[in-house]
């Protein structure tokens, strides 16, 4: 069973920090594109950052500059560090992770379960 679970989601105050990460696990052959999105009810889910197989990353307008995401491979897991957090950061934080789990298969989302994070002014 391929699983996708993130932690370190909390409650901070302005201005604060937090470090979430996402683990996969199960059998994997490969992963793609690793990624964080946010959601708040009612609404869609929002980019927060991507990071590619070879590195690259890719960040929404509104985390730019405060947020950096990252991967390890080798562990099979991508982290977010969350800097200058503002309430506008609260929402539920999704990692999303693109993996083939066989030979014959092709990439598919696989999507955590949430966790929040809350900003208090």
């Known amino acids: 069973q391929v699983q996708v679970v993130e932690s370190g989601g909390g409650l901070v105050q302005a201005g604060g920090s937090l470090r979430l990460s996402c683990a996969a696990s199960g059998i994997i052959v490969s992963i793609g594109n690793m990624g964080w999105y946010r959601q708040t009810p009612g609404k869609e889910r929002e980019l927060v950052a991507i990071?590619?197989?070879?590195?690259?990353?890719y960040y929404g307008d509104s985390v730019r500059g405060r947020f950096t995401i990252s991967r390890d491979s080798a562990k099979k897991m991508v982290y977010l560090q969350m800097n200058s957090l503002t309430p506008e950061d609260t929402r539920v934080y999704y990692c999303?992770?693109?993996?083939?789990?066989?030979?014959?298969?092709?990439?598919?989302?696989?999507w955590g379960q949430g966790t929040q994070v809350t900003v208090s002014s």
């Open positions: 999303r992770a693109d993996m083939q789990t066989s030979a014959l298969s092709v990439m598919k989302a696989y």
């Open positions: 990071v590619t197989s070879g590195g690259n990353t």
